[in-house]
Nanobody
Framework: VQLQASGGGLVQAGGSLRLSCAVS????????VAWFRQVPGKEREFVSV????????YFADSVKGRFTISRDNAKNTVYLQMNSLKPEDTAVYYC??????????????????WGQGTQVTVSS
């Protein structure tokens, strides 16, 4: 499975960005897809996850109410819409995939496939 994250950039606080994660290589609908983020010197942090059907999503408390996650299985793409961005959202954002499971997984080591990351910078 290959993942390609895109859509990062520089935005002012209060602004919005939409990240995309294009997935290829295997049957897309068998996978849960998540977003994580990381700043230098810190561990990779869970942001959001979506099930293969899109019927279940979960968000970190720090982004709840500001970020939404969706997927277009016809395009094999997952989106992370980020609104009301704050300077503390600045990080490299990674998308990751794992085979579907009964529960939504938030631990980074439990994801087998990773994209290359896209930088999001929010200025104050």
């Amino acid at each position: 499975v290959q993942l390609q994250a895109s859509g990062g950039g520089l935005v002012q606080a209060g602004g919005s960005l939409r990240l995309s994660c294009a997935v290829s290589g295997r049957t897309f609908t068998n996978y849960h897809v998540a977003w994580f983020r990381q700043v230098p010197g810190k561990e990779r942090e869970f942001v959001s996850v979506i099930t293969w059907s899109g019927s279940r999503t979960y968000f970190a408390d720090s982004v709840k109410g500001r970020f939404t996650i969706s997927r277009d299985n016809a395009k094999n793409t997952v989106y992370l819409q980020m609104n009301s961005l704050k300077p503390e959202d600045t990080a490299v954002y990674y998308c990751a995939a794992r085979l579907q499971s009964p529960t939504l997984i938030v631990e980074a080591p439990r994801y087998a496939y990773w994209g290359q990351g896209t930088q999001v910078t929010v200025s104050s």
